[in-house]
């Protein structure tokens, strides 16, 4: 599959952003490109023209895009109902509002395939998708369920390009900690960095900019396909 992830260091790292903005860079060059996002979770939906719903932001992507949104570009979307509970939407139908632990039981299952199934289709339509993670993709105590990172990653075959936000500070530990406790599989298939809202005179980061090209260098950056 042609394309790629953006995983982010944190929540709010600015991965929809960055993917949208490869989605119109892509589109400007004269690609065919879908954006993706195996699961969501978020209230703030976007009605596809068959009137169903998905995230948001791959409705934005899917206009950077230049293309039709559909469910496709987001399988499975969670709409949170309470601090354990949240309406679990599978290709842009409702399927009730499970508490976590029974999500994690009884339909991760049915997510899974809805995720293979959308990137299946993607793929004979498009010249490239770009992936958006959720979160972090080193949860340690989440990765035997993250859809969103690792599953599709490991489902699409594709290199990963990981954001982090210097203005949280601590970017440094931000990427050599999540590089560090990705799977080892999951480490190679990094194939590269970008530190997110950096201002002021980039002079001032060109140690920053050495130490991360040292500590956390990209391992496949030559196989990369974009």
């Not at 559909?70 to 508490?99: F, H, Y």
């Not at 958006?132 to 080193?138: L, Y």
């Not at 990765?143 to 690792?150: E, I, K, R, T, Y």
């Not at 799977?183 to 201002?199: C, K, M």
């Amino acid at each position: 599959m042609k394309g790629l992830i953006v995983w982010g260091t944190t929540s709010d790292a600015g991965k929809s952003y960055i993917v949208t903005a490869l989605c119109r860079a892509l589109a400007n060059r004269g690609f065919s490109v879908a954006p993706f996002k195996g699961q969501n979770m978020s209230n703030n939906s976007y009605i596809t023209a068959e009137s169903l719903e998905i995230g948001r932001s791959q409705g934005l992507q899917a206009e950077a895009c230049r293309t039709e949104a559909t469910v496709d570009m987001n399988p499975v979307l969670l709409k949170p109902r309470s601090d354990r509970k949240a309406e679990v939407i599978i290709r842009g139908i409702s399927s009730g509002s499970p508490q976590a632990a029974d999500y994690r039981t009884k339909f991760i299952p049915m997510a899974k395939e809805a995720i293979q199934t959308s990137l299946r289709r993607l793929e004979k339509d498009y010249n490239f998708i770009i992936m958006e993670g959720a979160g972090s993709p080193a949860e340690i105590n989440l990765m035997d369920s993250d859809l969103a990172n690792l599953y599709t990653a490991e489902t699409a075959e594709v290199p990963a390009v990981l954001v982090a936000d210097i203005e949280r500070g601590g970017v440094f530990a931000q990427l050599f900690g999540t590089q560090q406790l990705l799977p080892p599989g999951h480490q190679e298939r990094l194939a590269g960095v970008i530190v997110n809202r950096f201002r002021g005179d980039p002079a001032l980061f060109t140690d920053g900019v050495n130490w991360i090209e040292e500590n956390v260098s990209p391992r496949r950056a030559s196989q990369a396909r974009y």
